[in-house]
């Protein structure tokens, strides 16, 4: 009874905390000097046409390499509490067969999954998308490759080794940039090119297809780790 | 009473709404996999509530291209900043989805239970 009592205060309590979010919620007519600064030269500055590209790639950068660094100790530690060291080899072939039509259907989907993904991390300085995006993309296409062939090896050291080149490659470029630009992860040190077309942005494309393969390889870890708990007696 | 009816207050009391319901499944709840479904309620909430601040109104989305005309940007797209910080809070937010399962399918190996009545090894 007490229990609940407390339950009840706490949620009052903060609904009382957080409503006048919603009370004097009137939505914005225009914007903030710093977003119109964003919006009126991040053109010119960056040469993206995604200006949250523009933000997360360059103008907050930093963040988005913490940002990077918290997805890899993510996996990391989930692949520490999922060490698998009494596997069970015969376990694998009890395993339910998976139905053909899956089979089938992840022989045709995965590669098109894979390629999609592709797809939206290098064009993520013009259409909506980008790394992220698109490595949890590439993600999904492993969670399909897991569920048609549960027995599926992942190449450990290939994940790894991608992983690693590409975080060891989004930091030199930020490095390059105070060597030959304005100062760490500027996109400058490549020429902005045309606006709007795939090579321009300077060193945004590079910077985001090496996010979406670290990304993608990272998340198929987590997936891999959770997949191999399967066979654990 | 018109304000209420506004895409932006619509997508603010969702967010308020989830974030609401993410904190009552994560005190109420007594299964583990519910409290970890709790709190991806809560950050879904808080990424919604995080942009319609972002919104203004009748802009769309900040990529210029034919739709955006360039020099009159500042009037047309909304806030990109916060839809980036979003960005950010969803990929962290996975990731630490991610984690808190892998706590549970560890605690559940250990007990055999996923009820947190029966995890008392920090209780006095």
């Known amino acids: 009874m007490i229990k609940k009592g407390l339950i009840l205060l706490i949620l009052v309590g903060f609904v009382t905390i957080i409503s006048s979010l919603l009370i004097n919620f009137k939505g914005n007519e225009e914007l903030n000097p710093l977003a119109r600064h964003y919006a009126e030269h991040g053109a010119a500055e960056v040469g993206a046409a995604n200006l949250v590209t523009a933000v997360v790639v360059t103008y907050r950068g930093f963040d988005t390499l913490g940002e990077v660094t918290i997805l890899f100790l993510a996996a990391a530690i989930v692949g520490f509490f999922l060490k698998v060291n009494n596997r069970d080899n015969e376990r694998e072939a009890s395993l339910r067969k998976t139905s053909e039509i899956l089979i089938t259907a992840s022989t045709l989907l995965v590669p098109t999954i894979f390629m999609l993904g592709v797809y939206i991390f290098m064009n993520g300085h013009l259409t909506p998308g980008g790394g992220f995006q698109g490595g949890a993309v590439i993600a999904t296409g492993m969670v399909l490759m897991i569920m048609a062939k549960p027995n599926v090896k992942f190449n450990h050291k290939l994940l790894a080794f991608l992983e690693s080149v590409s975080g060891v490659g989004f930091v030199i470029i930020g490095v390059l940039g105070v060597l030959l630009a304005a100062g760490f992860l500027d996109n400058r040190i490549l020429p902005l090119g045309n606006f709007g077309t795939l090579i321009s942005a300077g060193a945004i494309p590079i910077i985001y297809v090496l996010i979406g393969l670290k990304v993608g390889s990272e998340l198929t870890n987590i997936l891999d780790s959770l997949k191999e708990t399967q066979n654990e007696k | ?124």
């Not at chain 2, 806030?79 to 399962?101: N, R």
Request: avoid cysteine; glycine fraction near 6%; proline fraction near 2%.
């Open chain 2, 1 to 124: 009473m018109t304000q209420f009816f506004t895409l932006e207050f619509i997508a603010m009391f969702t967010g308020f709404m989830l974030l609401v319901i993410g904190v009552w499944g994560m005190l109420t709840q007594k299964n583990l996999i519910k409290i970890v479904i709790g709190f991806s309620l809560f950050t879904t909430g808080l990424n919604i509530a995080i942009v319609s601040i972002a919104y203004i109104k009748n802009s769309t989305a900040p990529i210029l291209d034919k739709a955006v005309d360039m020099a009159n940007a500042g009037n047309l797209v909304a806030d990109p900043l916060p839809q980036a910080l979003v960005l950010t809070s969803i990929v962290i937010g996975l990731g630490v989805t991610a984690l808190m399962l892998t706590y549970v399918l560890r605690m559940y190996k250990e007990k055999k239970s996923l009820d947190i009545n029966s995890y008392t090894d920090l209780k006095w």
